[in-house]
């Protein structure tokens, strides 16, 4: 299956040298990661053969256009759109709406209905909580399961879904598209960051 990520030219320089790259645990959060990541990885232990437990690489199911991409990173610094082929055993795919709703720390709704446990939460004055009172903590993770649901990502174009993969290899790269970001002001163009061979755009 075909899938893309977008990411600092360095994952790219890392494939390239050591064929083998992992997300770095030190860069993934500058603080604690949220209790709903920490059952993220929870689960991708037990769904994916072989997952040792490192924080997974975000990719795209559908192709993303540059043209948006750039203008959503720091202007003059180099970035690399991934095109990768991976087999499906090593990839969990879910729709992009259920993960914001579980990192918002919501229930999955079997049709999305959130307004009910934010107001639900919002009463019992668990808003600031990252992780809350029993029973409800693990009745929430329940509903999380529907993440992992097949039958909710049929009929959704797979621009409305993203996926995991714990690691990239370099032969898993079909094609490396660098870029620029273009948000704010231009840095100075100098030879210190003219980017991979030079190219300025």
């Known amino acids: 299956m075909r899938y893309w990520t977008v990411q600092p030219i360095a994952v790219w320089e ?17 603080n604690q990661p949220p209790a709903c990541y920490l059952w993220l990885l929870e689960q991708l232990r037990r769904r994916l053969p072989g ?3 490192n924080y997974p690489w975000w990719l795209y199911c559908g ?10 990173r720091p202007a003059g610094e180099w970035e690399v759109r991934l095109e990768l082929e991976l087999p499906a055993h090593r990839v ?4 992009i709406r259920d993960w914001d709703v579980v990192y918002c720390q919501a229930w999955l709704f079997k049709h999305l209905p959130r307004n009910r446990w934010y107001d639900f939460r919002e009463r019992r004055g668990w808003e600031d909580l ?4 029993e029973p409800y903590q693990r009745l929430l993770e329940r509903s999380w399961q529907r993440l992992f649901d097949p039958r909710r990502q ?3 174009s797979r621009y409305r879904k993203e996926a995991v993969v714990e690691t990239l290899y370099k032969e898993d790269v079909i094609q490396a598209r660098p870029f620029q970001g273009a948000t ?3 840095k100075a163009l100098t030879p210190e960051n003219a980017g991979p061979e030079g190219r300025t755009n």
């Open 184 to 186: 704010g002001r231009r």
């Open 92 to 95: 969990e795919e879910f729709l």
């Open 63 to 72: 192709k993303p256009d540059l043209r948006w991409v750039r203008w959503t």
């Open 51 to 53: 997952y040792e437990g």
């Open 130 to 133: 990252d992780v809350y009172p």
């Open 14 to 30: 890392t494939l390239q040298a050591e064929g083998i790259c992992r997300v770095n645990p030190q860069l993934a959060f500058e």
């Open 154 to 156: 049929v009929g959704h």
